[in-house]
Structures are given as structure tokens and as C-alpha cells.
């Protein structure tokens, strides 16, 4: 069966410094892959998607994804985190032939010190 | 244009007694999708409607759990009788198109139920 596992259920960065939310997949064939925002007492927003193409993917707010085939992750970054990005990641991946369904990570509380 | 309405947001109840939610999703999307999400985890798959039939319910218990979507459009999700195990958030969401593995699905705010 399908995984997504994000490494880390809490990270912890300062202002100012680089966000790095890691998710690894397991799939022979690379399915489509999403990264989900959720903000407290909110629903989820889409932040990006990987669908074909460029695999470094650009989403809202500054953060970036880069897919990696050989490593089958497709991580999460932000070169520079704001006390705003405090809320709670999720990644999300389609695999082929399932309905088009998400399967989705356990999530990643991003904590912003000042 | 408007996003994917939800009610209650919050609900709190006893063991045993019923409660339903509602969901209306983005105007002219296909496909619509109920979730559970426990704290700490990722949201969990409960069934999923294209338009007002049923695609996947395989994950519903169906045993207390029921869905409908009719008309296609605004969709209820009930609990009878419910356990303390069902305390949760109940996310709905839309896509426009059905069978597109990269279409973005839209979320509601959800609604917290609290089963005492």
C-alpha cells in the first residue's frame, strides 16, 4: 500500500531562518504530490503541487518543493521563515489508479521562535 | 469566489446520541470528499461522492456512519449512535472534475466534534 511519512511531527526554526519540512513516498511509479497548509481552527489550502514538469514547483508565501525521483521525496522549503508560517504542513500524494484519492502524511506542526 | 461552507463548526455531544453536518461545496464542482481528521494525524478518506453518487465508501463505517449528496450538490454526513472514538475534526472538501489526479481539492474550515 501507499505511504507519505514526514519526518518530524514538530519543527522548530527562528525567524529569519531556513524552513526544511521533509516527505518521502512510497511509490514505484511517481504519483502526483501536494503540500497542504493549515492554519489554526482553519481548513487546508493547497501551498503547491507536482503534477509533470519542472520538478522545483513554486507555491504561495515563498515556499518551494523540489521532486526528487531517485529519492522519492519531495520536500518542503522556505529560505527564510516568518512568524506567519506557524501552522501545521501536510504532504499528500495521488497515486496512479486510486481514485484519484489523497493519501495523506500525519503532518508537521511548524513552530516559529522569535 | 465563495469557498467550501461547513456547519457547525463546533459540535459536543454525549455516547450514543446522533448528530449530523453539513457541507456545501464551491458551485459547479463534481467531486466532493468527506474526511476525518484525528489530532495528530493526516485526514482519513471517509467517502467520496462525484456528483450525487458514491465513488469510494470503503473506509465509512457504515454500521453508524451515513452520507448522502443530493441533487449533487450540498451533502449531509451523520453519526448514529456516536462513540467516544468518533471525536474529531470532520473536514468536506470539492474538486471541479472528477477522475483528474491533479486536481486541487478545496477544504471547508471543518467541524470539531467533541463526544463526551
Known amino acids: 500500500a501507499q505511504s507519505v511519512t514526514q519526518l518530524g511531527s514538530h519543527v522548530s526554526v527562528s525567524e529569519g531562518a531556513l524552513v526544511l519540512l521533509r516527505c518521502n513516498y512510497s511509490?514505484?511509479?511517481?504519483?502526483?504530490l501536494f503540500w497542504y497548509v493549515q492554519y489554526p481552527n482553519q481548513g487546508l489550502q493547497l501551498l503547491l503541487k507536482?503534477?509533470?514538469?519542472a520538478t522545483l514547483v513554486k507555491g504561495i508565501n515563498g515556499f518551494e518543493a523540489e521532486f526528487k525521483k531517485s529519492e522519492t521525496s519531495f520536500h518542503l522549503t522556505k529560505p527564510s521563515a516568518h512568524m506567519s508560517d506557524a501552522a501545521e504542513y501536510f504532504c499528500?500524494?495521488?497515486?496512479?489508479?486510486?481514485?484519484?484519492?489523497?493519501?495523506w502524511g500525519a503532518g508537521t506542526k511548524l513552530i516559529i521562535k522569535p | 469566489e465563495a469557498g467550501v461552507a461547513q456547519s457547525p463548526r463546533y459540535k459536543i455531544i454525549e455516547k450514543r446520541q446522533s448528530v449530523a453536518f453539513w457541507c456545501n461545496p464551491i458551485?459547479?464542482?463534481?467531486?466532493l470528499y468527506w474526511y476525518q481528521q484525528i489530532l495528530g494525524q493526516g485526514p482519513k478518506l471517509l467517502i467520496q461522492?462525484?456528483?450525487?453518487?458514491?465513488?469510494?465508501d470503503s473506509q465509512l463505517p457504515k454500521d453508524r456512519f451515513s452520507a448522502e449528496r443530493l441533487k449533487g450538490v450540498d451533502s449531509t454526513l451523520k453519526i448514529q449512535p456516536a462513540k467516544l472514538e468518533d471525536s474529531a475534526v470532520y473536514l468536506c472538501?470539492?474538486?471541479?472534475?472528477?477522475?483528474?489526479?491533479?486536481?486541487?481539492?478545496?477544504f471547508g474550515p471543518g467541524t470539531r466534534l467533541l463526544v463526551l
Open positions: 507536482y503534477t509533470t514538469g
Open positions: 499528500a500524494v495521488s497515486p496512479w489508479g486510486s481514485n484519484y484519492q489523497l493519501i
Open positions: 511509490s514505484s511509479v511517481p504519483p502526483y
Open positions: 458551485s459547479g464542482h463534481a467531486t
Open positions: 472538501a470539492s474538486s471541479l472534475r472528477f477522475g483528474q489526479a491533479q486536481e486541487t481539492q478545496y
Open positions: 461522492f462525484q456528483n450525487n453518487g458514491v465513488v469510494d
